[in-house]
Structure formats: C-alpha cells, structure tokens
C-alpha cells in the first residue's frame, strides 16, 4: 500500500463562531480520513515540558472524510482574456517581447508567449529552447517546424526579441538585439559579448490554431491524464512590453520597438503594456493590452510586478517615479501562492465556540507521521469577552511559511551552530514544489520569494513541528506555550491575528485591556505597526513575548490577506536580497525591507528590538538595577534571588535563539527601565549589523555587549505600558516545571497589574485618563 | 595519547556563571594555519604551461547580419548542423560545423565522380575495372551494414543472397532472354524471398549461434550452385546474361560505362542506407543497442519487429545487387560464395568500422584496392588485408572511423597520467582542469579548502574530541571552533544532517543532496538516542572525513 499523506489548507485564519469555513485537503494513498475538531493548547512536545496538548471539540464536521490527490498549478504566467480568439492567428504573425531571462540553460523548454498547445502540438510560440536559446515554433498537430536563434541567450541581460513569419512565402525570421544601459543587465559594455542574433528560414507549412488554447506568457498549455490541462514550459525571468501583431514586421518597424518607439498600429493584434494600470499604491494582477482588442492578460500565481524594466536607468528606484521603466513582470517556473485544491469540507462554526487557536486535526490511516495533518485557524469572540487578548503573529508564519533553511541554506549550520534536525515533513515538502515556499527561500532561479500565503499547506503552523534549522518549536508551535500559560494560570482571554490588526487596525485591539503578542513578532504591515502605536499610545498596555520584534516591513491586499508580500533589503540579516531598483512593495507601492530603513525601529514601540541571534545555548537573565526600584517591585514580586530563567525548553535558558535590546539612540522611550538583561552568550551569537557600519570581529558573544535580551518596562501616554522581554526562549521557559517557575511568576505579575483597572502601581501618571480607548470592562 | 597535554583552555563564559560553561579544559597547543601557506609558498614543484590551443579555424558569428539558413527540401532538416556558440574563452561568437561529415562525403563522392578522368593510362583498364567492382561492393557491404550495424543481427549469408539473386536472374536471363533491366527487381523478389526464410530464425538465435547458422548456409549454396548442373557445374559460374554495357562501345567506353552504373548503384545503396539507419526504423534501433534490448522493450519499442524490417529491405536490396551484378558481367561465379569473399566482405567492415555508412564504403574501397589493383603481389596482398583487419581489431575499438575519438580518448588518458606525476592535488583543482573551469573564483575556493584542510588536520586531538563531546554548541576553544566553522560553513552537497527518525526518541546521520527537491540519503543505520549524540556522531564522521581527505 502507498505511503499515506495527508495535507491540507483552510480558505480562512481568522474566523468567528458562526462563520463558514472550508476545508481542502489532498490525500495520498487513501480515500478517507477521520478529521476532528481540536483546540490546540500546547505544541512543543519536548520531553521536560507537558507535551502536546489539544482539546476535542463536537462539531458536526468531525467523522469520516471522503479525500483525493489534488493538484497545485505551481508557476507564474499571464494569460490573456480572449473570447473572440483574435489570438488564434493562422497565417502571418509577429510576436515580440523585451526579455530578461534568468535561467536560460534551465533544460527545458520555456515558453515566453504563444498560443500553443504542448499536448497536442498546434499553434505557435515563442520561447527558449532546452539548449538556451531563442526560439520560434509552429504547429499543425503531426509537426512542429522551428527556427532557432544562433547563440544561447545571456542570463540577466534584457533583449528584445520578436519571431516574424509570412505565411505566404513561409518565411520565418528571428529577431534578438540585446537592449543592455549601464545599469539594467548583468554585464556592462565592457563584457565582449555579442547579444544579436538574426536568423531566418523557410517553414514547410503554418499553425494550425485549436480553438480552446488560451494565449499565455511565460508558459504553455499541457495536459495529463489525471489532471487534465496545466501550464507547463514555465519561463524563469523577466518580460517587459509585449506584442502580438497579424502580419511579419520588417525588421526597421522592429527596431523602432526596440529603441523604445510606439508599436505600430497596422496589424496589432494586441500589446501588453506593462506599465499601464500602475497607481500610487501599487499594482495590480491585470496587464493591460492597449492594442484594438483589449485582450488584457490576468496573472496567475501572482507574477512580480513592479521589477526594472528594459530602459531602467539607475537613476529612480520606484515604479512610482517612473513607472515607464519598471515594465518588468517577473516569472518563476516554481512560484505558487495558491493551490487551489477543491473543498473538501465546508464547516459553519458553532456559535458556542470560545475564542482560542483551533485546528482540524485530519488523520489517514495509522495517522502516523504524515497521515496526519493539523489545519490550523484561530476564532475570535463574536464581541470581545476577556481583558486579555493573544496576538498570533500571522504575518511571520506566512513569512517562515515551509522554509527549507535546513536542506538549502549553506549559512544555516554555522548560523545554528548545530547540524539541522530533518524530519519526514521536511523531506516531503523539498521534493514536492507544489507546496510553495517562504519569504526565507529563493526561487530554483536563484531569485527571492518574495510572495507566500495561506491558502496552500503551511508544515511550519502545524502544532507539534520543530524547524528543521536549529530543532526548535518556530513561531505557533512555540506561541502555544504562551496560550498555554495563559490556560494553566487560569486568565480569562481571546486571541487574535496579525490579519485581524491588519483588517480592522486599532479597532481590534482596542477593546483589551492587555495584549500579548507571540515569541518572534517581526513581521509587520505599516497598518499593523500603526494599530500596535496608537494602542499603547491610548493607553493600551502590551506585552512583548518575543524578541526579533517590529523588524520587517511587509504588505497585504485587502481584499487577498492571505497573501503577503515582502522584499528583502538593508543589512545582512535578511535570506535574500532584492535586487537594485525593486526594493518597492508591488502592493502598496511602499519600500519593502526592515523598519529601520524607515525610522521605525522596534524600539520606538516596545523599547527593544532586535540584537542579534545564535543557537548555541540559551542564558538566564540577570536583574538590573531598575528592578529593585520600589516603584518597580511589583514586576519581581515573589522572585527570590538575581537569576531569572535559567531553565527552558528553548535551548535551555529563558534568554537566547534571538534577543534584543534597548538602544536610545533607535528610539526606545527615555523612561523605560531594564529590569534584567541576560548575558554570556557564546561567539556562536552574532550583533546585527545595524549595531555597527562595519563588520568586525568583534560582532560576537563574548566581544559584544549589545548582544544581550533586555527584559525591559515603560509606562505610555494614558495609562499605557509596555513590558517587553527581549527574548524568543521567554516563551518556551513558562512550562517549565508544571509552569511554575520564576519565570512564569513574572510573567503573572506584569498580566496581573495590566489588566487591574486604574493606573498602574508605582505609577507617576496619576492623573486621569480622558484620550484613552474605550475598554470592554472598566 | 593522553587526554591531558597540560594546556588548558580558558572559557571566557565562565565568569557569568552560566550552569553549563566549565572554567577551563585540555586543549592543544597553538598552530598557526600560516604553516601551510608557508610550505607551499616554499615548493618548488615545476609548473608547466596549461590549456589547449586551438589549431583549427572557427568561423564568426553573423551577428547583426542575417543568416539564412537552407533546408533540404521538402524536410526540416538544415543542409549542415551548424552551431552558433560562445567560445568559453574569449566569449566571442563562433559557428561550429557540428557534423561535417556531409562536407567528407561531398567531397569523396566527387572526387570518386571525377576519377576516371585522372587514372593514369597503362593503369586505366585495371583502376576502372577495380572502381566498378568497388560500386557493386561498396553497394553490398552498405547493406550488410544495414543488417549487421544497425539491426544488430550477426549474419554471414549476404553473399549468399547476393549469390543466389544473381545465379537465378542468370539463369532465367540465360534461359528466357530477358532483358538487362528486368534482372535487379528480379533479383530483389529472390532477395526478399531468401531474406525472409533466413529473418525467422534471426529472431529466435543470438549472435554467435546465428553467425554459425548462416556461415552454413552460405556453405550450403556454394554446394549446391557448384554441383548443379543447371547453374553450370561444368564451367566455373553461369554466363551469357545480357549486359546493359552495348557491346559496340570502345573498352574505354564500356569500362567508363560499368564505373560510373556501379557508381550509381553505390549511390543507391547510400541513399538506401541513409533512409532505413537515419529514420523511424534506425532510431527504434539505436534505443535497443545490444544488451539492452530488455530495456528497450519495457519501454515500449518494438525491436524486434524493426529489426524484421531492416533484415527484409536489406536483403531486397542485395537481391537488386545480385541482378545487377549478373546485368554487369553477364553471369555469376561460384566464387561469391567462397568462404574467401565472406571473409573479404567481413573485412570491409571491420576495417572501416561497423554502424557507418562511411566505415563501410572506405573499408570497402581498401580492401578492394589491394584485391583488385594490387594483384600482381599474389596471395601476399591477403596476408595484408588480413593484417590490417588483425591490427583494427587489436587496435582499434571501432574501425578506422572510431580512431579519432579513440584517440582523443587515448591522449586525454596519457595526458591525466602525466599530470598525476607531476602534480601534488591534494584538493586543489589541477591546472588542466583550471582552465577549463567557468567560474574562475572555483580554483580559489579549492585552494583556501586545501590548505584550511591542512591546517585543520593538525587540530584533531582527542582533547579536541573531548572538548566537543561535553560542550556541543556552546563555547568552544579556538581549535574546535576552526574545525567547527569549516564543517558547519561547507556546500551542501553531502553535508551531514541529522534526520528525526522519531522526535526525543531517535535519530540518524544522513547527508544532505544539495540539489534541490532531493532527498538527503542515510548515511548509516546506527540510531542515536538523543539529539546530541547524532550531533556529536555527526562531528566524528566529518572529522574522519577530514583525515581520510
């Protein structure tokens, strides 16, 4: 018998009772799975904490499932709305295009635009041969005849290439002129390259057009016996202005395109201008044809929008200020932000679900390994109850979303200090592209993804799952710890997510007295960052549980959240970088990378922010000073000695894996107070290179007193207040012990004073609240 | 060895007080990683010129200038594959005559064409008479080509069916008068029937056994034309057929006449040679070579029944030969079916190298030079010819068409010999191979990775190893870190892991692919119980590998 593995994926993350929720799920080796409902209580099942913990819960979803293989569309490709076939041209043509490929010598055939059927071998194309270059090809269902360029095509150098061919005569002819300034290509001038190629040929007959194949870009229509049709011929790279005209251009009208001239109208058929369309605040999936017919093309898997184009120049560096030179539309051949699988259940919440982190838990078979997956969604309360609120960070799950650190990224072990620990999860999603991958991976192509969502199988939000890199529970695994404090202590609580602030900003939090957010809290929208401000500001009061905190700067269309963008740029500390000129959001036309670059720095919100990282061993935190100011006393009420936290599960110590620290100079409150700070953290620790213009030895553990977690507390306008801990193994060192630990104790203290109405004890500002936000409970 | 040298190393950790930071441990004494850079910088190894020089001409690309390319009407097929390319050296834009073999051809079959005009006159009787007898079995030996190259079947009886075509189209033309041009078909029919008996036990009998079967047959021919009275037992062979040379012409005329009729026919068996080897039937052959016919035949394709048809067309096609050859000398001989021709025929073959149409007709054309033009040296020139066969077989692995990948081969050989003598590797890349390395940084990269590796070999010590089995990520001393930095930071290609077989409960060694979407693969069965056993497993593995590098 097969293998039995079971994936799957939920159309929603956050809903509330009563909402409807749908299910997909794909399954190999077996037709049914037992799916139950379960509220996930803890996920890290390290054998010195209480292990995996869930709750079943009664719904009419739970029982037998009926399940299938599904199939996921993997690669990015326009295809262009054509109902009255304009594109199905039999007899003369010319097809053009500015081209940027990234993986020419890929191996196989890539297909840049055409109306060609893979399957059946009718139509044409024009694409790039298994061999790397350029080629044209026609087909009447029997035979292809074809006509390729004389030399392989450069990687990352823009071209402008058309195919022309005469239907009368039969002439083919191939047009490729490199289009390389000084700054859009690889290569500079001075690089003896020889980038033209013109090459021409008589074809012994013309397409043969079938009437339902779509014309697409950087990709072709196939077809398989179980899936029926799919896109296959995938191109890696870039493709500026396109155009389909019904007659062979002369090669005079040709270089008129390429030397950036209008089109010629005699004879279009269509025209992509990728240019078109663009707004101030991003840009669409629909590229929009300005020839006669309006055959606008629609993206699919999201191709990147807002990339350099051919006539990039150096001199902007956001679509915004000149949107003709960023035509660029890139193309992956393994790009994937949905998979599209069909329902498998549709599920009306019960009205009498309390708010917490639930999952589907869906078994095949033994339900053993990866017979068993867990889709996770977190439930808000129709209208908030509690005081206490738990923020999931979302957005950094859709960042780590199925990374592959451990198998692809060679820093990782000198980074984690460790060899990764694999498991059989890990292995199934680095051989099967289908599942997409994170904002931490590059593209086989070698460029950064830079889009991830959840609607396709996220491992890394299973509840029990270790990151395979440094063998730890990583972001929801380890946030359970925190849920599950706040279950074990007893407090009454709802949670929340990252897409509920991003949706409803301030709103949503506003109506709770505290908020904890989770242990590695770096991902934020501007919005997000917003909402977060103007809580504390109005007097909210906010738990920092993490550390790596308010870092990157990410965006989400509203009417997609469940797809986020993120461009890496500025500093070391990122897993890829953008490249010159694309560091702008596609979605909100802001500048991606960290907050730093914006002078946003973490600190100005929480007080701390990132430090620096390593995997060797965790540290306990060291009192400070402030920490015995009476004023303070509250926060280590009942904590006997200097030393808090030298246990956890997260490399045993409650400070390490990432940490972070005050730094006045990056905006952390002038009246905060550092109530420990943990140190001695090995050289395997290295300083985030905000902390210093250059490199040097001195970046590590032992050298640098900025690697450190600052477990730090200020008090905000209206009664507001922060505690931050600095630290992502704070969470992991509350189950310690039953939970009952010094840890765990502080931790109570702060949760204990924020959510007592009034002004906090020890307080300076005594004096009424009146901008405050209005509070469920008084 | 003892674990305890006296030096101590200092955890600078110690002073915070950390539960697992020790105060100090046995480590070894300093080595400066400058040693190695010293030693080599002080070799005196000779260093000799590298890289290839090109000696022959490469045509310019067309860039900007169009290139029209030319087809062979009516197929796809370009009039010569030409490749455009980058030279990897110099990036300039070159064509390569990927195939030249049609320019050889051009001009060997001109220059065969042009001949006659150039044979010198006290030799012309002998060169032309020669040359005509080179057509017929150069037309022969390309079909036998057919039957032995590319469909894989052993088989001697060619002259047989040859033989036997041209005894009965003698014998019905001697009989009934008919005129020249009837005896090819007629000899086809008899081809096509003879080739049909013999194609059945083709399928069931494998090589040597088959071999044997038609060696017999052939034997059996020779008997039975030899002492048939019909087929002129008395007199040698069957003649008096009509030729197509017109008895009226000059001896030059007629002797130019069966030249270039013998030229044509040749051209047939090419052309016939290039149909059946370079389409459909070829190709289904060229994916069954021998030993992998079981393969072949998972995949789908039909061999056996291509190798039917290719044995059927072939020996229609000697049968046409056959009458032809009665049509050229007006009747047979006995001798076609002498064991000697078998072995003639053979001889062109394996001269010129089997599975080519070019290694059939040049062996043809050498083998028939020193039968026919050479013949006053007598029985010696059969020493010779067999010489030359025993010195290809010995020598050569696949004819006088294999000798310059043979000897490619042979050279690349002596050259990696001469090298290995000469150089101490050691991991760096050999100066051969650096030349022809695309990424220039790559020799470095092996370079700074040998002479770390040297450096680190001094560093393994069983403090070392201690050291790491009690601290397995924390702070390390200077030496383990060295050593630590250098497995941790290498390529992912077969970089050891640890692969979770059950989590907290076991776990194993596996390396990593580095290709991505492939597995890693387990390295060994041994299980470990904790992570940190696995990890401490995986650090003695990469130093064993160290030392054995």
Not at chain 1, 327 to 347: C, P, Q, R, V, Y
Not at chain 1, 639 to 662: H, M, V
Not at chain 2, 540 to 549: A, P, T, Y
Request: neutral net charge; proline residues 5%; contains cysteine.
């Amino acid at each position: 018998m097969a293998q039995i593995k079971i994936f799957g994926y939920a159309d929603k993350i956050s809903v509330k009772p009563g909402d409807t929720i749908q299910f997909h799920v794909s399954a190999d080796g077996t037709s049914t799975a037992e799916a139950h409902l379960v509220r996930l209580i803890h996920g890290d099942e390290h054998p010195h904490g209480p292990g995996f913990i869930e709750e079943e819960i009664d719904c009419v979803a739970n029982g037998t499932w009926q399940v299938e293989k599904q199939f996921t569309q993997v690669g990015a490709f326009l295809e262009a709305t054509d109902p009255d076939r304009k594109l199905a041209l039999d007899g003369s043509i010319t097809l053009c295009a500015f081209i940027w490929p990234t993986w020419p010598d890929v191996g196989h055939r890539q297909c840049l635009l055409g109306r060609w059927d893979n399957d059946r071998n009718h139509g044409y194309g024009l694409g790039i041969n298994p061999s790397g270059r350029l080629e044209f090809w026609v087909g009447c269902g029997n035979e292809i005849d074809y006509l390729q360029a004389e030399l392989p095509l450069q990687k990352q150098a823009w071209y402008f290439v058309a195919a022309t061919f005469d239907a009368r005569s039969g002439r083919a002819t191939l047009y490729q002129e490199g289009v390389v300034n000084r700054y859009n290509s690889l290569l500079s001038k001075v690089a003896p390259v020889e980038y033209r190629s013109h090459v021409s040929e008589m074809f012994r007959f013309r397409q043969n057009n079938l009437p339902d194949t779509p014309f697409l870009v950087a990709g072709s229509r196939d077809w398989h016996a179980l899936r029926g049709h799919f896109v296959s011929q995938l191109y890696c790279g870039k493709i500026d202005r396109c155009g389909v005209f019904d007659r062979a251009l002369a090669r005079e009208e040709l270089d008129a395109i390429r030397a950036g001239g209008k089109p010629p109208s005699d004879g279009m058929v269509a025209y992509w201008d990728t240019t078109k369309g663009y707004t101030d605040r991003g840009i669409g999936d629909l590229v929009i044809d300005i020839g006669p017919n309006q055959l606008d093309a629609k993206g699919y898997n999201r191709p990147v929008r807002a990339q350099t184009g051919y006539n990039w120049n150096g001199r902007n560096d956001c679509f915004r200020l000149a949107p003709h030179e960023y035509g660029g539309i890139e193309f992956h051949a393994d790009a994937m932000i949905d998979s599209n699988w069909k329902a498998t259940k549709t599920l009306e919440l019960p009205e009498t679900l309390r708010s917490g982190a639930y999952a589907m838990r869906v078994r095949g078979g033994d339900g053993e390994g990866l017979a068993e997956e867990y889709i996770v969604f977190f439930v808000r309360p129709r209208t908030p109850t509690a005081r206490i609120a738990l923020l999931f960070s979302t957005a950094t799950y859709l960042a780590y979303a199925n990374e592959r650190f451990a198998t692809d990224g060679q820093i990782v072990q000198p980074m984690a200090g460790q060899p990764p620990t694999i498991s059989e999860v890990d292995i199934e999603i680095y051989e099967n592209p289908e599942f997409g991958a994170g904002c931490y991976d590059t593209h086989a192509d070698g460029a950064g993804v830079c889009y991830t969502s959840y609607r396709r199988p996220m491992v890394n939000m299973r509840p029990k799952y270790r990151i395979a890199a440094f063998d730890l529970p990583w972001n929801f695994p380890a946030d359970l710890s925190i849920l599950a404090w706040l279950e074990h202590k007893g407090y009454e609580y709802d949670v929340l997510t990252d897409e509920d602030v991003h949706l409803e900003g301030v709103a949503a939090m506003a109506p709770y007295a505290c908020i904890l957010n989770s242990t590695h809290p770096e991902y934020h929208s501007e919005r997000m960052l917003d909402a977060h401000e103007d809580y504390i500001a109005g007097g909210g009061r906010f738990i920092c549980m993490g550390a790596n905190s308010f870092c990157c700067n990410v965006a989400f269309r509203d009417d997609e959240p469940w797809i986020m963008e993120c461009r890496k740029t500025g500093g070391h500390w990122i897993a890829w970088a953008a490249r010159p000129g694309e560091y702008y959001l596609a979605t909100t036309g802001q500048m991606g990378g960290i907050w730093t670059g914006f002078q946003r720095w973490g600190q100005k919100l929480v007080g701390n922010t990132f430090a620096g990282e390593g995997f060797a061993h965790s540290q306990p935190y060291r009192r400070m000073p402030d920490s015995y100011d009476p004023a303070l006393a509250w926060i280590t009420e009942g904590i006997e000695g200097e030393i808090i936290g030298d246990f956890g599960l997260g490399n045993g110590g409650a400070a390490g894996i990432e940490i972070d620290c005050y730094k006045l100079g990056f905006g952390t409150p002038p009246n905060t107070k550092i109530i420990a700070s943990s140190g001695g953290h090995p050289d395997n620790y290295i300083a985030h290179d905000e902390e210093g213009a250059h490199a040097h030895q001195g970046f590590s553990g032992t050298h640098n007193y900025i690697l450190r977690a600052d477990m730090v507390y200020f008090e905000a306008p209206n009664n507001g207040a922060v505690f931050a801990t600095g630290s992502i193994a704070f969470g992991s060192a509350l189950p310690v012990n039953g939970f009952e630990n010094n840890v765990s104790q502080l931790l109570s203290n702060v949760v204990d004073a924020f959510i007592r109405p009034g002004p906090l004890s020890g307080s300076n500002t005594t004096r009424k609240s009146t901008a405050g936000l209005e509070r469920v409970a008084p | 060895m003892s674990i305890d040298s006296g030096i101590k190393w200092r955890n600078p950790l110690f002073v915070w007080g950390g539960k697992r930071d020790v105060e100090e441990l046995p480590t070894i004494p300093f080595r400066s990683h400058k040693e190695v850079w010293e030693r080599t910088r002080r070799s005196t190894t000779k260093l000799n010129p590298v890289g290839r020089l090109r000696y022959y001409y490469k045509w310019p690309g067309h860039g900007a200038t169009m290139w029209n390319r030319l087809r062979y009407w009516p197929t796809r097929r370009r009039v010569l594959r030409v490749r455009g390319e980058y030279n990897p050296k110099t990036l300039r834009a070159e064509k390569t005559i990927v195939d030249k073999r049609p320019i050889w051809w051009v001009l060997g079959l001109l220059a065969l064409a042009i001949a006659p005009l150039f044979t010198p006159g006290d030799l012309q009787n002998t060169l032309l008479t020669a040359g005509a007898t080179f057509g017929i079995y150069a037309a022969i030996s390309l079909c036998w080509m057919l039957i032995m190259g590319t469909a894989g079947v052993f088989s001697l009886a060619t002259y047989a069916v040859v033989g036997t075509a041209a005894f009965v189209t003698a014998l019905l033309a001697v009989k009934f008068a008919l005129p020249w041009w009837l005896l090819p078909p007629i000899g086809a029919l008899v081809g096509l029937v003879f080739g049909g008996i013999i194609a059945l036990p083709a399928t069931r009998l494998d090589g040597f056994y088959y071999a044997l079967l038609t060696l017999g047959l052939n034997e059996l021919c020779r008997v039975y034309f030899v002492t048939s009275k019909e087929f002129g037992s008395a007199n040698g062979g069957l003649y008096g057929a009509r030729t197509y040379i017109p008895e009226e012409w000059s001896q030059l005329g007629q002797l130019l006449l069966a030249y270039y009729a013998c030229f044509g026919l040749m051209l047939l068996a090419l052309l016939l040679y290039r149909f059946v080897n370079g389409r459909r039937l070829g190709r289904i052959l060229r994916m069954a070579p021998e030993k992998r016919e079981a393969f072949a035949e998972a995949t789908g394709v039909n061999f056996r029944q291509a190798r039917v048809w290719v044995f059927l067309v072939s020996s229609a096609a000697l049968g046409f030969i056959g009458g032809f050859y009665t049509s050229n000398f007006g009747g047979v001989a006995f001798s076609i079916f002498n064991f000697d021709t078998v072995l003639l025929g053979l001889a062109m073959l394996v001269i010129g190298g089997v599975g080519r149409a070019e290694g059939a007709v040049v062996g043809t054309l050498i083998v028939v030079f020193f039968d026919q033009v050479l013949n006053t040296w007598g029985p010696a020139r059969f020493m010779i010819i067999g010489l030359i066969m025993l010195l290809v077989v010995l020598y050569l692995r696949n004819g006088l068409f294999g000798i310059k990948a043979q000897f490619r081969a042979w050279r690349d050989k002596k050259k990696s010999e001469r090298r290995s003598t000469r150089a101490e590797k050691g991991g760096e890349l050999l100066p051969e191979e650096a030349t022809e390395t695309e990424d220039k940084s790559v020799i470095y990269q092996r370079r700074h990775d040998k002479m770390t590796r040297d450096h680190l070999k001094t560093l393994v010590s069983p403090e070392i190893i201690e050291e790491h089995r009690h601290s397995l990520n924390g702070q390390h001393s200077e030496a383990l870190e060295r050593l630590l930095i250098y497995f941790r930071t290498r390529p992912q290609v077969e970089k050891y892991a640890i692969m979770a077989v059950e989590r907290f409960e076991g776990y194993r060694i596996v390396a990593l692919s580095g290709h991505r979407g492939v597995a890693p693969r387990v390295v060994e069965d041994r299980i470990y119980a904790t992570p940190d056993e696995a990890c401490h497993g995986v650090f003695m593995r990469r130093v064993q590998d160290l030392l054995e590098s």
